[in-house]
């Protein structure tokens, strides 16, 4: 016997107030729990949809929010996975040589207090627009939530913390005219770029997929 949109659509509602947030991660569930009542049910079981559903939930509602937390553990592991392929594709490789060969080239023309200025900025505008994307499919436009793509940010982040700390550090040992300085500034510039442009790729190759996987 299958369910009514009204009893699928009760499901969701109700693993959503249990703090199931994410789309992908609840559709799942959903589907696992529409499954085992509607067995129940051709099984002869005729209390009714409402009944059925509660005694489920008393019996496998911690089961249920503790896969919750796996599904979430899963997409970090999976995201590590795609960031990692990603960095050791040859594509990758050219972009980091050549970003290195053009910053050290600019940094040799321009006064390195500049360069690291310019440095320290970085993280925040590659995050901005991520933010602002995010910000306005989520409340304009209603776009569900993904586990993928909120824990990607958690990445970026992170990322932002770490370079502004490196920064910092190396700031201190730049001095003008030092050919030290130049390959280090080089290499910084170089590894913030090509860092971001990965979790950029990354964060659209999810999307694509989310798109694909959920018609959204």
């Given at each position: 016997m299958a369910l009514t949109k009204e009893n699928i659509s009760?499901?969701?509602t109700y693993l959503e107030n249990s703090n199931v947030l994410f789309a992908d991660i609840r559709m799942e569930m959903v589907d696992h729990v529409a499954s085992q009542i509607e067995t129940n049910m051709e099984a002869g079981?005729?209390?009714?949809?409402?009944?059925i559903f509660?005694?489920?939930?008393?019996?496998?509602?911690?089961?249920?929010?503790?896969n919750n937390k796996?599904?979430?553990?899963?997409?970090d592991k999976a995201i590590f996975n795609l960031l990692t392929k990603q960095l050791f594709l040859k594509s990758t490789l050219i972009?980091?040589?050549?970003?290195f060969c053009i910053s050290f080239?600019?940094?040799?023309?321009?006064r390195l207090e500049l360069i690291t200025n310019f440095i320290l900025v970085i993280p925040i505008l590659s995050v901005v627009p991520f933010v602002i994307i995010y910000l306005v499919a989520k409340y304009k436009f209603?776009?569900?939530?993904?586990?993928?793509?909120?824990?990607?940010?958690?990445?970026?982040m992170a990322l932002c913390q770490i370079f502004n700390f490196l920064i910092t550090i190396t700031r201190g040992y730049v001095k003008e005219n030092s050919e030290i300085s130049y390959y280090l500034i080089s290499l910084l510039l170089t590894t913030v770029v090509v860092l971001f442009v990965i979790l950029i790729q990354v964060t659209f190759k999810l999307l694509n997929n989310y798109k694909t996987q959920y018609l959204i």
């Amino acid at each position: 016997m299958a369910l009514t949109k009204e009893n699928i659509s009760f499901i969701d509602t109700y693993l959503e107030n249990s703090n199931v947030l994410f789309a992908d991660i609840r559709m799942e569930m959903v589907d696992h729990v529409a499954s085992q009542i509607e067995t129940n049910m051709e099984a002869g079981d005729n209390r009714g949809f409402y009944i059925i559903f509660k005694e489920y939930m008393l019996k496998n509602k911690a089961l249920l929010l503790n896969n919750n937390k796996q599904f979430i553990r899963q997409t970090d592991k999976a995201i590590f996975n795609l960031l990692t392929k990603q960095l050791f594709l040859k594509s990758t490789l050219i972009l980091t040589i050549l970003l290195f060969c053009i910053s050290f080239y600019v940094i040799n023309n321009i006064r390195l207090e500049l360069i690291t200025n310019f440095i320290l900025v970085i993280p925040i505008l590659s995050v901005v627009p991520f933010v602002i994307i995010y910000l306005v499919a989520k409340y304009k436009f209603n776009v569900p939530r993904f586990s993928g793509i909120e824990r990607l940010g958690f990445v970026y982040m992170a990322l932002c913390q770490i370079f502004n700390f490196l920064i910092t550090i190396t700031r201190g040992y730049v001095k003008e005219n030092s050919e030290i300085s130049y390959y280090l500034i080089s290499l910084l510039l170089t590894t913030v770029v090509v860092l971001f442009v990965i979790l950029i790729q990354v964060t659209f190759k999810l999307l694509n997929n989310y798109k694909t996987q959920y018609l959204i």
